[in-house]
């Protein structure tokens, strides 16, 4: 929970904590699983109706924010999704319709982010190369001129949601260099498998692009140059801020939870709170859960303010929160004992996601690597 | 309105042009080693002094104290702005801590109005400084259990006692000197808060060798020291209360948080740290190393989450969302931050951290640092004080168990177990 919050902002944070535990309580996602479904779309259509999909775009792209700052806002629903481990495509969702409003020729796909913005069609961002790392631009399938448009060759791997997905949103590289494209779910030559994961509150899989034929007009943005890169640059940026804001809510949840067990168990006459060995431990939980919220929340604000500092303190606050909260959660399972590492316990919901959460978009060692580059040390 | 009482206060713009041409007329640029209270001499303390001095004739002294106390009675806000545009120029830092962010705002809080016109008034002008006389030889983290001996004889009390690790006492002035003057009342309830004048023939100074071989700790000895009445800061047998404001300044001060703080922003410092380990890779011929690489970028991330986890707390504190108590979250992690660079420090230096030809002494400081990484996690109430404090007081878990509660301080036992045999 941040301490700088506006009114409306507050409102935001509340009618979505409300609406998520009322409809998406873990119990909700455990039955999802259990009959192979990620999320319920009538949720996060309903979602949408909260801002879930639309913070981050600008007001004359119907959009808007509540408080002029529309990733600070975003970051207020992630926490509350980390919180409840809620289901549902929120980090690439809003990585897609970011990239749809602020790219040059938005206007060609207004009609895409309007139905991404109600909630009616799901995007997502497809980008991770299959041999591994994250790196976008790395990860740059391969795209040949044919007539007015373009065919697609290559493999995207560890796609969130891919196979709900309406559209993607695809890096590639044509001749002139770095390019993204919107490619239907239907298109012909588009395949999509899903990959087995830890996780069992979303879902991930493998994208093939077996010469996948797309029109000029799914361009987003400029063929190639700076502003491309940028762009893709300022995406993988906002995927990890509201990934660290999932992970932060989650963690102050688990404590949260944890911090009730310990006072309500009992042992030698005494509550597990009582004892300073494991007080101590969790004193230590709560700083580095403050801390990790203080750099996510620094990290949205250069990202939103696009500071020349942006990418460094995302790799910060990654190598950070994504370390600290697997820490946490792991030692919350060694202090509620053996009901901890069972089933039906939730912790280990938080732990799964928490864990992948930590690998995608960066490991802290490649986020650690990453802020090296940009010391230029 | 601002602690003036002026209800139209400059605004901070206009305040930061004006201490911006002050400054760039006034100041000389900052030397290494400005600052650091294990490395300060005579000649340091009388520089500061002077700083001091022609900072308040200057309007730049006390920018958070009242007016009637020798301050501008301003706002953090204002006081921010002077710390970002005094980077890199010569500053009182030694008067600081504790002088200005901690003693200052305790006499503040609780002094008398004779006590602050004299006193603070005096140390905005440089004429005084103070330290803190808390910890005894057997009393550390148990503050409480002082057993200076402060008796009443008319309109004096008698101390005799010791007090130990104040910090450089032997350049100060005056002291905030906790004693006992009730032994039949419970341990927090028969103390009280003195400021002393130090020196003086009863005052005895020691001052002690550390491990970096910097004595700027000392011990003092109080044999028969008269002390008026009119120096009790706050009531008699009332001490605690001046304790726990003291220690709660102390918090914010070592924790980074303190808006009477009056120099280049700690933050700076922090990340100038950053740029000490990154040189001393391309030094050691490691930039290549990916090891190497990730201990730097940790080293840097570490000064940038303290900085932002100050910022943090501070909006906690401010608005009430948070306790008081929240401020040993700062307390705690610039402990632990402290020690992990001071581990990777030594790790990025390899053997010359160690041993190297004599005279070369810049990167076997850091081999130094490392052997008295543990201060930081002691000094100014230790860590696991601060995680007592979050567990019990932020957190609300139960508190320890303590021997000594409800019993007249004279039957408790303390010390160590032989000296009562």
Not at chain 2, 388 to 403: F, K, V
Request: aromatic share 8%; charged share 20%; hydrophobic share 40%.
């Amino acid at each position: 929970m941040r301490f700088d919050l506006t009114d409306d902002q507050r409102i935001l944070q509340s009618a979505t904590a409300d609406f998520l535990e009322k409809f998406c309580p873990v119990s909700a996602t455990r039955a999802l699983h259990e009959a192979g479904r990620a999320f319920d779309r009538d949720i996060w259509r309903h979602g949408a109706e909260l801002g879930w999909t639309s913070l981050i775009v600008p007001e004359e792209a119907g959009g808007g924010s509540v408080s002029g700052d529309g990733l600070a806002d975003a970051t207020l629903i992630a926490e509350q999704f980390g919180r409840l481990a809620a289901p549902g495509p929120f980090v690439v969702g809003n990585v897609v319709a970011a990239a749809l409003a602020q790219a040059a020729n938005a206007g060609a796909h207004s009609g895409l982010l309007g139905r991404l913005m109600t909630g009616e069609a799901i995007g997502t961002w497809a980008c991770c190369p299959p041999a591994g790392g994250w790196d976008p631009v790395a990860g740059a399938i391969e795209a040949v001129a044919d007539g007015d448009g373009y065919r697609l060759t290559g493999v995207h791997d560890r796609v969130e949601a891919a196979c709900d997905a309406d559209v993607f949103l695809v890096v590639a590289r044509t001749a002139d260099g770095l390019t993204q494209f919107v490619v239907p779910a239907g298109a012909a030559g588009l395949s999509v498998s899903p990959l087995a994961t830890l996780d069992l509150t979303r879902g991930f899989g493998r994208v093939g692009y077996d010469g996948v034929r797309v029109p000029g007009t799914a361009v987003v943005g400029t063929p190639g140059g700076a502003a491309a890169a940028a762009a893709v640059e300022r995406q993988f940026q906002i995927a990890v801020v509201l990934q660290c804001a999932e992970l932060a809510g989650a963690v102050e949840k688990v404590l949260e939870f944890t911090a009730q067990w310990m006072s309500d168990r009992f042992s030698f006459g005494r509550p597990l709170a009582s004892y300073q060995a494991l007080k101590h431990r969790f004193a230590d939980m709560t700083l580095w859960s403050h801390a990790a919220q203080a750099t996510t929340a620094a990290a949205a604000a250069a990202v939103q303010q696009r500071h020349d500092d942006a990418a460094e303190l995302v790799s910060v606050a990654k190598s950070y929160v994504g370390q600290r909260a697997t820490d946490i959660i792991q030692d919350c399972v060694q202090l509620h004992g053996g009901l901890g590492v069972t089933w039906d316990h939730d912790i280990h919901i938080y732990l799964r996601r928490a864990t992948v959460d930590r690998v995608t978009w960066g490991t802290p060692s490649e986020h650690r690597r990453r802020v090296a580059d940009l010391l230029n040390v | 309105m601002n602690a003036s009482g002026d209800e139209h206060p400059e605004s901070v713009e206009s305040f930061r042009r004006r201490a911006r041409a002050w400054i760039r007329g006034n100041l000389a640029p900052l030397r290494d080693g400005d600052g650091d209270l294990a490395s300060a001499g005579e000649a340091d303390w009388l520089r500061a002094r002077k700083l001091q001095a022609k900072l308040y004739e200057g309007g730049f002294a006390g920018i958070c104290y009242p007016r009637e106390y020798g301050g501008i009675g301003l706002t953090p806000a204002h006081q921010r702005a002077f710390n970002e545009e005094v980077c890199g120029y010569e500053m009182p830092l030694l008067l600081n801590t504790p002088t200005f962010t901690i003693c200052g705002p305790t006499i503040l809080d609780l002094g008398t109005r004779e006590q602050k016109r004299e006193h603070l008034t005096a140390a905005m002008r440089g004429e005084e400084v103070f330290v803190q006389f808390l910890s005894e030889p057997a009393s550390g983290s148990d503050l409480a259990s002082v057993t200076t001996r402060a008796t009443r004889d008319g309109d004096v009390f008698i101390l005799r006692g010791s007090k130990i690790w104040s910090s450089s006492a032997y350049a100060a002035d005056y002291a905030l000197c906790l004693a006992r003057t009730d032994w039949d009342a419970r341990k927090h309830r028969g103390l009280t808060m003195f400021l002393i004048r130090i020196h003086q023939p009863a005052v005895k100074i020691h001052r002690i060798r550390q491990v970096n071989g910097s004595s700027e700790f000392c011990q003092e000895f109080f044999d028969d020291v008269e002390v008026p009445v009119s120096a009790v800061v706050g009531e008699i047998n009332d001490g605690w209360a001046v304790a726990t404001h003291l220690l709660f300044h102390e918090r914010n001060a070592v924790g980074g948080g303190s808006p009477y703080f009056s120099g280049p922003l700690p933050t700076s410092r922090r990340e100038s740290a950053a740029g000490d380990v990154v040189g001393l890779l391309r030094r050691t011929g490691r930039a290549g190393d990916v090891a190497a690489r990730e201990l730097v970028a940790e080293f840097h991330a570490l000064g940038k989450i303290h900085s932002q986890l100050v910022d943090r707390v501070a909006a906690g504190l401010r608005s009430g969302q948070l306790p008081p108590a929240a401020g040993s979250l700062i307390r705690l992690f610039s402990g632990e931050t402290a020690t992990r660079r001071a581990e990777i420090a030594l790790e990025l230096a390899g053997p010359d951290a160690v041993m190297c030809e004599p005279g070369q002494g810049s990167v076997r400081d850091i081999g130094v640092k490392f052997l008295s990484r543990q201060a930081s996690s002691l000094g100014g109430g230790s860590t696991e004080m601060a995680r007592n404090i979050i567990s019990e007081r932020m957190l609300g878990m139960p508190r320890e168990y303590a021997a000594d509660r409800d019993i007249p301080f004279s039957q408790v036992k303390r010390g160590r177990q032989n000296d009562h045999q």
